[in-house]
């Protein structure tokens, strides 16, 4: 998560993000229902890894009781977070290099992030560090046919081949094998991007997503007016609703030798 993305996610990304990227609460509700089973009850510990501008980190203190330490590598976003939840604990660091103790953490909450390691065996090594034995590890992400998204179709290239955003669960599933957890469950989550076209619009106008952020902007400019014209003539039905993945994985028993 750092590298081109401490760029990505600077000033300009930090200050849009909310308004771009900012849930319902009955969506939040949804995926805490999906994520209930896995949590740990009060008095435990998550990390909520990746966390940006803390979207989570708050519903997951609420939800389940428990204490709540948000790892955030831009300085920006962590700018953002402190305003957003001042009494919650954000430090920085990178999900390859987790700044943790051994066995800290009941749950790790990795929600749309995992795109954006760089090196995955060392991230699976620093879950399995920072994980107690048989914690769990609930990675929230898109990983269906990208043809399907809402956006897809004015901005081809954001999801092209070979992208980082392209990372396929099937990578993901198997370097976390190889290092010994297990998946524990899978399941789809729906949620509200934009009730209307207009909000659409103006959610993609912010230009918080990823791979959004990434086009160059005369790209950008191009699928922003595509997507702008359809929505004046009436072209685009809301609400438009995203289904996500939430994949469940078990950490292994015990820790490897040397851990």
Not at 7 to 24: E, K, N
Not at 208 to 236: C, H, K, M, T
Not at 244 to 258: K, M, N, Q, T, Y
């Amino acid at each position: 998560m750092e590298g081109n993305e401490s760029m990505t996610y600077g000033a300009a990304m930090a200050a849009g993000y909310d308004r771009g990227r900012g849930l319902r609460s009955r969506d939040v509700g949804r995926w805490m229902a999906a994520a209930g089973p896995y949590l740990p009850s009060a008095g435990g510990r998550i990390l909520d890894l990746g966390a940006g501008t803390g979207r989570f980190s708050e519903a997951l203190a609420r939800f389940c009781g428990a204490n709540v330490v948000a790892c955030e590598p831009s300085a920006a976003m962590r700018a953002a977070f402190h305003s957003n939840s001042p009494d919650t604990w954000v430090i920085g660091g990178a999900a390859e290099a987790i700044p943790s103790r051994a066995g800290a953490f009941d749950a790790v909450w990795a929600s749309q992030v995992v795109h954006h390691v760089r090196d995955l065996p060392a991230f699976a090594a620093g879950l399995r560090h920072a994980l107690r034995p048989k914690g769990h590890l609930l990675i929230r992400g898109g990983f269906g046919p990208v043809q399907e998204l809402p956006l897809y179709r004015y901005f081809p290239l954001a999801w092209a081949e070979g992208n980082a955003v392209r990372l396929t669960l099937e990578r993901i599933v198997g370097v976390l094998t190889d290092a010994d957890f297990v998946v524990a469950h899978h399941v789809q989550v729906e949620q509200t991007f934009a009730d209307n076209a207009d909000e659409l619009v103006a959610k993609v106008t912010a230009r918080s997503l990823s791979p959004l952020a990434g086009l160059s902007d005369q790209v950008f400019e191009n699928g922003l007016s595509a997507l702008r014209r359809d929505a004046d003539e009436g072209r685009i039905a809301g609400p438009v609703v995203d289904r996500l993945d939430l994949v469940v994985f078990r950490a292994p028993p015990e820790a490897s030798v040397g851990e």
